[in-house]
C-alpha cells in the first residue's frame, strides 16, 4: 500500500526537551512538507522539501528544524525554543512540477506536560 | 499578502440538499485549485482539483473555477450527514507552493 506514515500519534513533551515527529512515504513523491494545525485554525507551513538535502522555511519555521537525507523521510524536530508547540503536525507530499497536489499522512498531536 | 478565504461558518444544510461552499484568493498567477475535506482530529483529504475554469463533476461533488472574478466554489449534491466536516480551499501561487484558506465547517443536518 502506497500512503504517508507519522508517528508517533501522540507525543508529549517536557519543558526544554527536543522532540522528533517522524514522516515516511512510499510514493516516491518530491516534495515534503511540514504543516502546523491549531484548534479550529487552518494550515500554516513550517518546513518544506523539493528535494533531497534541501528544504525551505515557510511561514513559521522558528523554533523548529528539518533533514532530508532520504527522499522518502522528512523528520522535523520541535526545539525547546518553540515555546507554544502544542498542536496537530501533519506531513504531506506532492509530485514536483506545477500541479503539487498534496496528500497527508495521518498526523502527529503534540502535547506539553 | 496572497490569501485565500472562506467563510468560517458553520453552514447548515438540510440532509438531501444542496450545499454550497465558496473561497475566494488574492494571487491572478495561481494555477492549480484543490478542495480538501478534514474530518475532526482528522487529516485532510482531497476531494478534487480544477485547473481551468467552469466545472468539474466527479459523484455528487463540482467544483467550480472562476479565474477573472477569483473565485472557486464547491456544489455538493444529496448532502448526507457524513458529509459534515470542514473543508478546505488551498491554491497554488505563482512558485506553485499552496496557500491555504481557514475552512468551512458544513453541518448537514437529518
Known amino acids: 500500500d502506497g500512503g504517508i506514515t507519522q508517528s508517533p500519534k501522540y507525543l508529549f513533551r517536557k519543558e526544554g526537551q527536543n522532540v522528533t515527529l517522524s514522516c515516511e512515504q512510499n510514493l516516491n513523491h518530491d516534495a515534503m512538507y511540514w504543516y502546523r494545525q491549531d484548534p479550529g485554525q487552518g494550515l500554516r507551513l513550517i518546513y518544506y522539501?523539493?528535494?533531497?538535502?534541501?528544504?525551505q522555511k515557510g511561514d513559521i519555521a522558528e523554533g523548529y528544524s528539518v533533514s532530508r537525507e532520504k527522499k522518502e523521510s522528512f523528520p522535523l524536530t520541535v526545539t525547546s525554543a518553540q515555546k507554544n508547540p502544542t498542536a496537530f503536525y501533519l506531513c504531506?507530499?506532492?509530485?514536483?512540477?506545477?500541479?503539487?497536489?498534496?496528500?497527508f499522512g495521518p498526523g502527529t498531536r503534540l502535547l506539553v506536560l | 499578502q496572497k490569501e485565500v478565504e472562506q467563510n468560517s461558518g458553520p453552514l447548515s444544510v438540510p440532509e438531501g440538499a444542496i450545499a454550497s461552499l465558496n473561497c475566494t484568493y488574492s494571487?491572478?498567477?495561481?494555477?492549480?485549485f484543490f478542495w480538501y475535506r478534514q474530518y475532526s482530529g482528522k487529516s485532510p483529504e482531497l476531494i478534487m482539483f480544477i485547473y481551468s475554469n467552469g466545472d468539474k463533476e466527479d459523484g455528487r461533488f463540482t467544483a467550480q473555477l472562476n479565474k477573472a472574478s477569483q473565485y472557486v466554489s464547491l456544489l455538493i449534491r444529496d448532502s448526507q450527514p457524513s458529509d459534515s466536516a470542514t473543508y478546505l480551499c488551498a491554491v497554488t501561487d505563482s512558485n506553485y507552493q499552496l496557500i491555504w484558506g481557514a475552512g468551512t465547517k458544513l453541518i448537514i443536518k437529518p
Open positions: 522539501s523539493q528535494i533531497v538535502n534541501d528544504f
Open positions: 494571487d491572478r498567477g495561481s494555477q492549480s
Open positions: 504531506a507530499s506532492s509530485m514536483g512540477g506545477d500541479k503539487r497536489t498534496q496528500y
